[in-house]
């Protein structure tokens, strides 16, 4: 099942503007089971040992899908269309991969960053 990193609390003025709220709408959308998993951005958490070893920039969204990790919003939603076998979505994302291989910085998406 895969375990979504979102935020469980934020501060005030970026409540329902966090990215974590695509990941989650694509997961419904595309009807793959998930669970939640809030992290608590204004205490800290995401600066924790533990959530560093999984996502060394700190950043949310991030899935975990039975020990696959992957994080950046963009490539959370590409994974989950290419699990949820959508075929429309997916040759747009093979498009963006292709369009990646020129720019360093997008080409980030397509890899397993090591930090």
Not at 13 to 42: K, M, N, S
Not at 58 to 84: N, T
Request: hydrophobic share 40%; glycine share 10%.
């Amino acid at each position: 099942m895969i375990t979504l990193y979102g935020f469980g609390r934020v501060f005030r003025q970026v409540i329902g503007e966090t990215r974590d709220l695509r990941a989650q709408w694509a997961l419904e959308e595309a009807g793959l089971p998930y669970r939640v998993h809030g992290v608590d951005h204004t205490g800290g958490e995401n600066q924790s040992a533990a959530y560093v070893r999984m996502n060394c920039f700190r950043l949310l969204p991030v899935i975990d899908d039975d020990g696959f990790v992957v994080a950046e919003s963009g490539a959370v939603l590409l994974y989950i269309a290419e699990k949820a076998g959508r075929p429309m979505v997916l040759r747009r994302a093979r498009n963006l991969r292709a369009a990646a291989d020129g720019d360093p910085v997008d080409r980030q998406i397509w890899r397993r960053r090591r930090c």
